[in-house]
């Protein structure tokens, strides 16, 4: 299965509009268009997995926190 396949399945899963998809990942409409465009290349792998988590529901720590998290670690 393709990433444009897997991104619109899960939307249409969650009963998302692309509209609604795009404010949980931080994204434009329009990428979530090009994303679920078969005709288009797939974005990073890593954007592919961030996105999909996203939708999922999964927290992933932003840069700042994982800053953050390497300073108290040291």
């Known amino acids: 299965m393709t990433f444009a396949e897997c991104i619109r ?3 249409t899963e969650l009963n998302l ?3 609604a998809a795009a404010a949980v990942l931080s994204v434009s409409r329009r990428t979530i268009q ?3 465009d ?3 290349p797939a974005p ?3 954007a ?3 996105a999909l988590a996203r939708l ?3 927290r992933l720590p932003t840069p700042a926190s ?3 998290q390497a300073l108290r670690d040291q």
């Open 48 to 50: 592919q997995e961030g």
């Open 34 to 36: 090009h994303w679920e």
């Open 44 to 46: 990073h792998i890593l």
């Open 66 to 68: 994982q800053q953050d």
């Open 17 to 19: 509009t692309q509209a």
């Open 9 to 11: 399945l899960r939307r």
């Open 38 to 40: 078969p005709r288009r």
């Open 56 to 58: 999922d529901g999964e």
